[in-house]
């Protein structure tokens, strides 16, 4: 190199992922900077600041457990804290590990680009200027880049118009409003009990019901939070070396295997323990076997008919054309019981689709829904979108957003993609499909490892090896295939398959194998001395980095 970069590492985004990298490389003694192009700290939650915006993991498992300083002194206020309070979380984190000093916000990253000649990434800000850094890490989430329905007249709408993701730091009055949601993911249905309380009326405009599953929000006490304290890490490690990453007790039977009255017992004992205790400690098959699922569909369809008064509402919101865990489950906080409010309207718009948006509200068919404010909670261009929404160039001047095109989605465990030396993703795509923190945390913890150990052989680079693209192609596939997710004559329109986004390639976006297995191949890859991340090394470098005893 003929001149030292500006940084060792560059981490781009300032959420979880981006503090809990800037921990761990300023760990190893690298001069690290995170740049975020918004004006805080938090990422997601930053971004995502609209009505009822709150976790769906249990606080005792939704941080980070690194620090014993932050463990010891934050103290959590709900079993599923809002967004406001995973800010101050953060925010915490920042102040007390001292980041801050190392994080640039309304700091915008419209290309990186990597230089062959120097084994450098060039790093061009909004502002017109440049960075250098030796390693880049993309820290920038896998919910952020926003997507909008393609329905006519969707700008000529004259009343107030909202994202979920662009939500006005300042709120919105909603108060005796005439409101239309568009959009039933987990943001929507966090929006409609919320709005339900204030608004003149809520049209809910649904094309695919979701199988919910609700939950309670108790405070958290002194006793609970001195429990977590006392029991951190065994609670972290039992989330670690579970497949969703949740500290919860593994299921031990298959729901085809016990009696229809004791299946009945058990589903009826974790609905009322409420969110994803339904989902992971029922029985060991919801997940993989459709027999399986489509009871526990049939459970929560019935759970759905006892909470909505109007059993034609009712048969609206109970999902018929795929089984429990066809897509995301999300938790919900009284979210079919909003629908008994005389204010909050259903509008099937799967049998009558939406004909356009007017300059006064929604067209369904030859109705019109006068609106005051139209809010869209339609997703996001998901684990891909902000990976290509900006040019990431690497070898041969060729773009990430070219190679996946191209060539489908490829990378070595969702870390390191081949063409792109040195350039690393915190929560990749084929990363798992779990509680984001502990696979954030590993993550960090394994990239920690592997850049530390590059240095100290001397190792110019890492970069997956096109060996390792291919079967980690297979067996997410493989994986995701093996889930009731997947399903030729029965499937939803899942954000894990990228079947929300027209035109976006199907195939599986998250390693659905398991938080633990997929751990179980890091470690592996770390044993075998990242020999599956030694593409195109130079000849000197290839055969003698292997681990003692090969």
């Not at 992922?17 to 761990?24: D, K, N, P």
């Not at 865990?325 to 938790?331: D, I, W």
């Not at 929300?500 to 194998?513: I, T």
Request: include cysteine; charged fraction near 25%; charge should be negative.
């Amino acid at each position: 190199m003929t001149s030292k970069p500006d940084y060792d590492a560059i981490v781009i985004g300032a959420g979880f992922s981006g503090l809990a990298m800037l921990h761990h490389l300023r760990e190893i003694g690298l001069s690290t900077l995170v740049v975020d192009g918004q004006g805080g700290i938090g990422g997601t939650w930053w971004v995502n600041r609209y009505p009822g915006v709150r976790t769906d993991s249990e606080y005792s498992y939704y941080s980070f457990s690194f620090s014993k300083e932050v463990r010891d002194e934050w103290t959590w206020t709900e079993r599923y804290p809002a967004g406001a309070e995973v800010l101050e979380y953060l925010d915490f984190v920042a102040d007390r590990l001292d980041l801050r000093k190392d994080i640039r916000l309304s700091t915008r990253v419209d290309k990186a680009v990597y230089g062959e000649d120097t084994n450098t990434w060039t790093v061009h800000l909004g502002d017109g200027t440049t960075l250098t850094t030796t390693y880049l890490v993309s820290g920038m989430g896998v919910l952020s880049q926003a997507i909008y329905p393609a329905i006519d007249g969707i700008d000529g709408f004259r009343g107030e118009k909202y994202h979920s993701s662009t939500w006005p730091r300042g709120g919105v009055d909603l108060t005796g409003k005439r409101v239309g949601l568009i959009g039933l993911g987990a943001s929507g249905i966090q929006m409609v009990p919320e709005i339900a309380k204030v608004a003149g009326d809520l049209h809910v405009f649904q094309r695919t019901p979701n199988f919910v599953v609700e939950t309670t929000n108790e405070p958290v006490t002194e006793q609970d939070m001195r429990h977590l304290r006392d029991h951190y890490d065994e609670i972290y490690e039992k989330a670690a070396n579970h497949p969703f990453g949740v500290a919860m007790e593994p299921a031990r039977h298959s729901a085809l295997e016990v009696s229809a009255e004791e299946r009945d017992r058990i589903f009826e004992s974790k609905w009322n323990e409420g969110g994803f205790h339904f989902a992971n400690e029922c029985f060991t098959d919801l997940a993989t076997s459709h027999e399986a699922s489509e009871l526990a569909a049939d459970f929560i369809r019935r759970k759905i008919h006892e909470i909505v008064e109007d059993q034609a509402v009712a048969d609206l919101l109970s999902p018929t054309t795929y089984s429990f865990n066809g897509k995301r489950v999300p938790t919900g906080h009284h979210y079919y019981a909003a629908f008994n409010k005389p204010n909050v309207h259903l509008v099937d718009v799967a049998s009558q689709p939406i004909s356009r948006i007017s300059e006064r509200g929604v067209v369904v068919g030859d109705t019109e829904y006068e609106l005051d404010v139209l809010i869209f909670a339609t997703g996001f261009d998901a684990m891909t979108g902000t990976l290509t929404s900006i040019d990431i160039v690497g070898r041969g001047g060729r773009t990430l957003r070219e190679k996946w095109l191209a060539d489908g989605l490829k990378s070595n465990l969702g870390i390191s993609a081949h063409g792109f030396p040195n350039f690393f993703m915190s929560l990749g795509p084929q990363t798992p499909y779990s509680n984001l923190p502990v696979p954030i945390q590993l993550g960090a913890q394994w990239l920690q490892r592997a850049i530390a150990w590059a240095r100290e052989n001397d190792v110019p680079f890492l970069e997956a090896t096109p060996e390792s693209e291919n079967w980690w192609r297979e067996e997410t596939e493989r994986a995701g295939r093996a889930t009731v997710m997947y399903s030729e004559g029965k499937k939803a329109k899942a954000w894990f398959l990228g079947d929300n986004l027209p035109g976006k390639p199907e195939e599986f976006q998250v390693y659905m194998g398991g938080g633990q297995v997929y751990q179980q191949f890091c470690r592996a890859a770390e044993a075998d001395g990242y020999r599956s991340f030694l593409a195109n090394q130079p000849a000197g470098d290839r055969t003698s980095h292997t681990t003692e005893g090969e």
